[in-house]
C-alpha cells in the first residue's frame, strides 16, 4: 500500500527528529567526556556542535559553561550559566557553578544569591553548602556560614575539606573546642592534610597547649619539610612550651625557606629581647624593617577553593532534556 504525500512528509519529520535527538545526545556524550578528560577544548566544541542541533539544549548550554569556567574565561561563562538556569531552573548544578563563576569575578552578593537558589532547590547539595558557606565567611557572617556549613556535613560526612571548612568557621567564632574536634575529622578522613595540621596546630597554640601544637607542626614538617607555615606554627608551639633556642631555629628555618619573612625576624627578635638580647634583637628588627612593613600572618587560613563543578551525564535522570 502506498503512502499519500502528507503520509511520507510526517515520516520523514518523525525520523528526522529521531535523527536529530541522537546526533545531540552524541555530542552532549563527547562533550562530558572531554570534561571529565580535563580537555575543556575540546567539550567546548563538542558542545558548540550540539547547540547548532538544538539551541535550546540546557545541558548543551551548561556543559559549553564548564567548559568555559574551567578555562577561566568567566565572562563567557557566566551568561552560559544564566542561559542554562533560565532553560532549566531546577538545575541545582547550574546555579551552583554561576555562583563560582560569580564570585571569581568580584559579584559576591550575586554569588551569594546562586548558591542559596542550589540549596533551596537540594538541601543536601554538599558542594552548594560549602561554597555557600565559605562566601558566608568571607563576608565575616560566621554564623550563617557554620549553617550552611555543618549542612555540608550532614549531606556529605565524608568530605574531609567539609571538615575543614567548618573547622575554619568555628575557630573564626571562638568556637575552639568545636573546631579543634573538627579539624581532627578532617585529618582522619584526609592523611597528611597539611592545611588542617596547621591550623590546628595554630588553634591549639591559642588554647595554651603548646606541647599538643608542638607534635601537631612536627607532623605537618614531617608532610612537607619545604612549607614555611609549618616551621613558624612549630616556633610558636616551642616558644609557648618555653624552650626559646628551640623556636629561634625554627622561625630561622622559615627564614631560610622564605627569605622576605618579617614576622619570623619579629619573632625571633621578640624572643631575643626576653633572653635580654638587645643588640641582636635590635639588628633584626631593623633587618625586618628593611625588608617590608608587617602584614599580619592570618591566625587561621583561609577556606581553600573548593568549589565543585558537577558534571551531568546525558540522559541522567537529573538531565533536563
Do not use: C
Not at 172 to 179: I, N, P
Not at 272 to 301: G, T
Amino acid at each position: 500500500m502506498t503512502m499519500n504525500r502528507k503520509a511520507r512528509r510526517a515520516a520523514n519529520t518523525s525520523a528526522g527528529s529521531m535523527g536529530s535527538q541522537e546526533q545531540l545526545r552524541q555530542w552532549l556524550a563527547q562533550a562530558l567526556a572531554a570534561l571529565n578528560q580535563n580537555n575543556p577544548v575540546m567539550a567546548a566544541r563538542a558542545a558548540q556542535a550540539a547547540l547548532a542541533v538544538n539551541s535550546n539544549a540546557p545541558e548543551a548550554h551548561y556543559l559549553l559553561a564548564t567548559a568555559k569556567l574551567l578555562q577561566g574565561r568567566l565572562e563567557e561563562a557566566i551568561p552560559l550559566y544564566r542561559r542554562t538556569v533560565a532553560l532549566a531552573p531546577s538545575l541545582a548544578e547550574a546555579h551552583n557553578n554561576l555562583g563560582i563563576a560569580l564570585e571569581r569575578t568580584g559579584q559576591l552578593d550575586d554569588a551569594l544569591q546562586s548558591y542559596r537558589n542550589a540549596v533551596a532547590l537540594r538541601s543536601r547539595y554538599a558542594e552548594a553548602q560549602t561554597n555557600l558557606g565559605n562566601l558566608l565567611l568571607t563576608r565575616g557572617q560566621s554564623s550563617d556560614a557554620i549553617t550552611a556549613l555543618r549542612a555540608a556535613i550532614a549531606a556529605d560526612a565524608s568530605r574531609a575539606e567539609g571538615w575543614y571548612n567548618l573547622a575554619n568557621a568555628l575557630a573564626r567564632a571562638d568556637q575552639l573546642v568545636e573546631a579543634e574536634g573538627a579539624y581532627k575529622q578532617a585529618i582522619a578522613k584526609r592523611s597528611g592534610f597539611i592545611e588542617a595540621l596547621n591550623n590546628l596546630s595554630t588553634l591549639l597554640s591559642k588554647m595554651g597547649r603548646a606541647a599538643e601544637a608542638e607534635a601537631v607542626s612536627h607532623q605537618a614538617v614531617r608532610v612537607n619539610p619545604n612549607l614555611p607555615e609549618s616551621h613558624f606554627n612549630l616556633g610558636d608551639a616551642l616558644r609557648g612550651a618555653g624552650r626559646l633556642n628551640d623556636a629561634i631555629a625554627a622561625y630561622r628555618r622559615v627564614i631560610a625557606l622564605r627569605p622576605g619573612d618579617t614576622e619570623a625576624r619579629i619573632a625571633i627578635g621578640n624572643i631575643l629581647l626576653a633572653q635580654s638580647r638587645a643588640d641582636e634583637a635590635r639588628a633584626i628588627f631593623q633587618e625586618a624593617q628593611r625588608l617590608r612593613p608587617v602584614a599580619k600572618r592570618p591566625a587561621i587560613k583561609n577556606p581553600a577553593d573548593f568549589s565543585a563543578l558537577l558534571l551531568l551525564a546525558p540522559g541522567a535522570a537529573n538531565t533536563p532534556m
